[in-house]
Antibody, heavy 116, light 105 residues
């Protein structure tokens, strides 16, 4: 059974950093692109980052480019999102997702609140 | 590519045939998926590549479309289908639509 479990969320002040983790199991992690998708409270979904199978290629929307960094450790079947210079508009539930033509499996999400 | 979903809110009765629309600002080349999100849950993939049903999804869900216009159809609405539905394109970047909230009349 495919499982994705996020961790590392919490309350953080504007301008500070936070690192999210996603532990994957039930599939061969190194064979799949992986991504982070977020959802602000009572809002729609926003793609945040994608990483290739080896980690050599990463992709970001303009809203987080230069501030967020996606990475992976295939030996540990783990995905990460380093978030720097956080803003109030980054407040959201962050989901880890597996990519296969589309996001076919999602974690349960982790909440990040950016507030002073 | 921007995605516009309509309507934003849809009320329907159990057993109704329901149609949700998603329109792209550019050609999506059939790289279009649909997600269902129930309150407090993560999104669930229903349809990918316009009309391919994800494993385990009931056959009352179907997708169609081409170019810039795509549709999700529920052939006979069930109470458990109450949710918000998002379309998503992966032809050029990765973009979600704003969602259609489906409620029971």
């Amino acid at each position: 059974e495919v499982q994705l479990v996020e961790s590392g969320g919490g309350l953080v002040q504007p301008g500070r950093s936070l690192k999210l983790s996603c532990a994957a199991s039930g599939f061969t992690f190194s064979n799949y692109y992986m991504a982070w998708v977020r959802q602000a409270p009572k809002k729609g979904l926003e793609w945040v980052a994608t990483i290739s199978t080896s980690g050599s290629r990463t992709y970001y929307p303009d809203s987080v480019k230069g501030r967020f960094t996606i990475s992976r450790d295939n030996a540990k079947s783990s995905l990460y999102l380093q978030m720097n210079s956080l803003k109030s508009e980054d407040t959201a539930t962050y989901y880890c997702a597996r990519e296969r033509t589309s996001f076919d499996y999602w974690g349960q999400g982790v909440m990040v609140t950016v507030s002073s | 590519i921007q995605l516009t979903q309509s309507p934003s809110l849809l009320s329907a009765s159990v057993g109704d045939r329901v149609t949700l629309s998603c329109k792209g600002s550019q050609n999506i080349n059939n790289y279009l998926a649909w997600y269902q999100q129930k309150l407090g849950e993560a999104p669930k993939l229903l349809i990918y590549n316009t009309n391919s049903l994800q494993t385990g999804i009931p056959s009352r869900f179907s997708g169609s479309g081409s170019g810039t216009d795509y549709t999700l159809t529920i052939s006979s609405l069930q109470p458990e289908d109450v949710a918000t539905y998002f379309c998503y394109q992966y032809n050029n970047g990765w973009t979600f639509g704003g969602g259609t909230k489906l409620e029971l009349k």
